[in-house]
């Protein structure tokens, strides 16, 4: 009963212009260095080679956000990853690095001080979790 995607980027970690690129692909599916370059040229205070926005989709494609393909001479990317999966994906990081502090004090007192609709997330994740429990045990 997991939701986490099957697929997670081999390298998590994004830059600003990594982050922007990526945010043009989602919003267009399948892109060209063109496509993306004309994006971001269309803010007139922008200055961004061609070559640039070839590293960039490059980058992104061997940590496994993208993939490329090439029909005749044209080559073009599409996400891997949705921007749910994405999403998914960083705050399972979050969580993790947090919980990883193994200083369960503090963890406790960060709980401690959230406010009412926080609280009632928590109580709803831990409600969640007791039944994914029961049906793992269920299913033993």
């Not at 267009?28 to 061609?50: C, F, M, S, W």
């Amino acid at each position: 009963m997991a939701f986490l995607p099957q697929h997670k980027p081999k390298k998590m970690s994004l830059g600003p212009l990594e982050k922007e690129v990526l945010e043009i692909v989602w919003q267009g599916k399948v892109v060209t260095v063109k496509n993306v370059h004309d994006r971001i040229l269309q803010d007139p205070n922008r200055e961004l080679a061609y070559t640039s926005v070839t590293t960039v989709l490059r980058r992104l494609t061997e940590k496994g956000w993208l993939k490329c393909s090439k029909k005749g001479r044209a080559f073009s990317w599409q996400a891997i990853v949705s921007q749910e999966q994405a999403q998914a994906w960083q705050s399972y990081e979050k969580l993790n690095g947090f919980l990883a502090v193994s200083n369960p004090d503090v963890v406790a007192s960060f709980a401690d001080s959230l406010d009412a609709a926080s609280i009632e997330q928590i109580d709803a994740i831990a409600a969640r979790l007791n039944a994914i429990r029961r049906q793992r045990e269920e299913e033993r």
